[in-house]
């Protein structure tokens, strides 16, 4: 099975309180349906210094959304899209554009 988003590709939020921003996506977590995009869902962890050498101190850091909230977005056409999959060379499976089939 193809995944639906993959690391590195460029992705918008479609809902919550970052909807409308476009990042690229540093892991996905396929198990889990969760996925952290790069300057998205950020969030504050408070660090305690545990070792002696050990800075303790605010931190803020991207967190994980669930892969249902974001859309790839097509490097052809420019826009959010659905992800098709298309069968090339033999038994080859590709992520193709659902607007305009493109391979991405």
């Known amino acids: 099975m193809v995944a639906r988003i993959k690391k590195n590709d460029t992705v918008v939020v479609l809902s919550g309180k970052d ?8 892991e996905v977590l396929p198990k889990k349906d969760l996925v ?7 969030v504050t ?12 101190g605010i931190k803020k850091q991207e ?3 669930s892969i ?10 420019k826009k959010p899209c659905r992800v098709n ?12 554009c659902n607007r305009c089939e493109e391979i991405f």
């Open 63 to 65: 967190g994980y959304l």
């Open 19 to 26: 909807k409308g921003k476009k990042g690229t996506v540093l």
């Open 85 to 96: 999959t298309k069968m090339i060379e033999g038994n080859k499976r590709v992520r193709a």
């Open 45 to 56: 962890r408070h660090l305690k210094a545990r070792k002696q050498n050990d800075v303790p």
């Open 68 to 77: 249902s909230r974001v859309m790839p977005i097509c490097g052809s056409c």
């Open 36 to 42: 952290m995009v790069k300057d998205v869902a950020i």
